[in-house]
């Protein structure tokens, strides 16, 4: 079964607005991790957000915000004033279990494009 | 602070042949996952070592084999080289100590004809 749901094969947003990327999960623990990578054509995965499944509050990390949304299990990304160099693929992750000490993997849904126009 | 470093870039190879990606983790990072990401797709988790064993394995034939040393880097090996190996390899670190996310290096793409 699909772990990890991105609905949004690509999406457009022009420069300095605020975009939604969307991310569903499946999981049967009460502890796993939710992150957040984005990918540029160079091919590096760069970390920009985490989330812990008993964390209370949003998480939140200059630009980018998560959205969590645990009884809809979902982990939306905001990112806020969007730049041109935000463009690239984005994916949403999850690592479960997820308590300190243990480096789980990671399971990566399909990854949205994000596009800015200027 | 050097980030993940993986070596070589590029690699093509042809059916059949063995090939070796090498990779050298964050400072003060002592675990090394690998993933395959093919085109237009999420990584997949191959396997992840720490303390030099192989500790969790994804869904990849024996073909796909890895080492760690002691200086924690790590080697990823694969056997009999099929087309469907043809992919971006992505090699990621992270520490044991605290939960802290997983810092990928750049990937090597391998292409196999």
């Known amino acids: 079964a699909q772990k990890i749901t991105q609905t949004q094969p690509g999406m457009f947003v022009q420069e300095k607005e605020a975009v939604t990327l969307d991310c569903t999960y499946d999981t049967s623990d009460q502890s796993y991790g939710l992150f957040w990578y984005k990918q540029p054509s160079s091919g590096e995965m760069i970390f920009l957000i985490y989330?812990?499944?008993?964390?209370?509050q949003n998480a939140t990390e200059g630009r980018y915000s998560l959205n969590f949304q645990k009884a809809r299990k979902s982990a939306n990304l905001v990112i806020s004033a969007s730049q041109l160099g935000d463009s690239a693929m984005y994916f949403c992750a999850m690592r479960e279990p997820d308590y300190g000490g243990s480096q789980g993997n990671l399971i990566f849904g399909k990854g949205t494009k994000l596009s800015v126009k200027p | 602070d050097a980030g993940v470093t993986q070596s070589p870039t590029h690699l093509i190879k042809t059916r059949g042949q063995q090939v070796t990606l090498r990779c050298s983790p964050k400072?003060?990072?002592?675990?090394v996952s690998w993933y395959q990401q093919a085109l237009g797709q999420g990584p997949q988790f191959i396997f992840q070592?720490?303390?030099?064993?192989?500790?969790q394995r994804g869904n990849f034939p024996d073909r796909f084999s890895g080492h760690q040393f002691p200086n924690y880097s790590s080697e990823l090996n694969v056997n009999a080289l099929l087309l469907g190996d043809s992919a971006l390899y992505l090699c990621?670190?992270?520490?044991?100590?605290?939960?802290?996310?997983?810092?990928f290096g750049d990937g090597t793409r391998l292409s196999i004809l």
């Open positions: 400072s003060g990072h002592d675990t």
């Open positions: 989330q812990g499944s008993y964390d209370e």
């Open positions: 070592y720490y303390e030099e064993e192989e500790r």
């Open positions: 990621a670190s992270s520490s044991e100590i605290g939960n802290q996310p997983q810092h």
